[in-house]
């Protein structure tokens, strides 16, 4: 291990360079158990402090991708809510945020979407019709602006 000196401050370069380093650590244990790593994004950014870096680890599926368990729900449950399994994923701007969807929870009537604010992963809840319309004029309005 190096004897470098630590950085006073963090640097989204230096966050994004760790989190690589860390993935690619991850990945050679995984495969030495015969698993697979999926990283998520980085959350919490203190650049005075530190972030938050998370893995998910799971057994490979026959074409050696990891299983995502959110996405498979989203998918059998989508067309209930009005969605399409596809939109798993979808990103859609409300107001002047850029949010994408990360699941379904049928326990929450009023608002079963889940997203999370794209710029820094916070999760919000958002309800079936609303994300329909947001996607909808997302598909809109894809005209260039002269």
């Known amino acids: 291990m190096p004897n ?3 950085p006073r401050n963090l640097t989204p370069v230096l966050c994004q360079r760790v989190h690589l380093d860390m993935l ?29 870096a998370a893995f998910r680890v799971s057994i490979p599926l026959p074409d050696g991708t990891a299983l995502d368990p959110e996405r498979l729900r989203f998918q059998a449950l989508a067309e ?8 798993y994923g979808r990103q859609f701007s409300a107001g ?10 049928p326990r929450r009537p009023k608002y079963p979407v889940s997203a999370e604010r794209i710029p820094d992963g916070q999760g919000f ?5 609303q994300v329909t319309l947001l996607l909808q004029k997302a598909m809109r309005d894809v005209t260039p602006r002269a």
Do not use: M, N, Y
């Not at 209930?80 to 939109?87: E, R, Y």
């Open 4 to 6: 470098s000196k630590p």
């Open 24 to 52: 690619k650590a991850c990945k050679d244990v995984a495969a030495r158990h015969g698993l697979v790593v999926e990283a998520q994004d980085i959350t919490g950014v203190d650049l005075r402090w530190g972030f938050d």
């Open 80 to 87: 209930a809510f009005g969605l399409s399994p596809a939109d």
């Open 96 to 105: 002047r945020e850029l949010f994408r969807i990360t699941g379904i929870d």
């Open 125 to 129: 809840k958002f309800t079936a019709e």
